[in-house]
């Protein structure tokens, strides 16, 4: 139920839909083993698109509401309320809202969920970031990486490697040399999967592995399926994963475990390798 042109929730087109499903899936069972591929896949078994808004006669409407409310378990009425669409940070904050939880923004499932707390909607929509243990390992991957390039891969650029945009100034203010990602307009473009393209192009043994949390509400998993769709890479030279966790999914020892695993087989696997 989440469409990535949009980033809103809704009733989308058969395929869409991963992360708010596998989320929902999680919240019907609260285990956090794996969930299955075939699992998944009724996940994704979506409902006719709500692309007509307003448009939608009142028994479709409704029919649509009952349909996604029995897929994410947020009531029926809720979804006519919000014109069957969430963000997905409203997802997060309405999927235990009866139980007086948020999901976190980026760790997710299986974390737990922190009390909602006191404020408006916006404010519990804009925490709570991560729990304790995964913001220490935040805090200890700029670092890491930063010795890795040094040390291991011997790089010896003049300039920093930033891993995240730099912070706004006390007032709010972005920096001068803050991150653009290709477009400052609606109605520009962010064409990041064409650079890829080139490099691609200009390195015939390049090859890409997409790694993403199952119940990642930020870079979805649906996403990058439809972002890889989309691109022009060589289908024989890309890979997408998915893990149990989060944004952060190797915060889970078990996902951890997956993942390192198949960076080696990715590695390994590479030409001259």
Known sequence: MLSPETDRMGAPARGRGT???????WRRSRRSARISSRRMQADERSPPTSASGGDLPAGERERLAERLASLTGIPASRWVERNLRLSKHDFRVELLAA??????????????PEPAGEGSFGARVAGPVNPTGVSAIVDALEPAVAAHLKDFLEVDWPDDYRGMEPPADAEGRAPADGWR???????GDWPYMDSIARAMERAPSMRLLICT?????????GAARHAVRQSAWPRERVRTAGYAGGHMMYSVEASLRELSGDLRDFVKSSPGT
């Open 19 to 25: 992360a708010a499903g596998c989320v929902a899936s």
């Open 99 to 112: 139980e007086g939880l948020v999901l976190y923004r980026y760790a997710g499932p299986p974390a737990v």
């Open 181 to 187: 990602w290709g477009a400052t307009s609606p109605f």
């Open 213 to 221: 949390g199952l119940f990642d509400l930020t870079t979805t998993i």
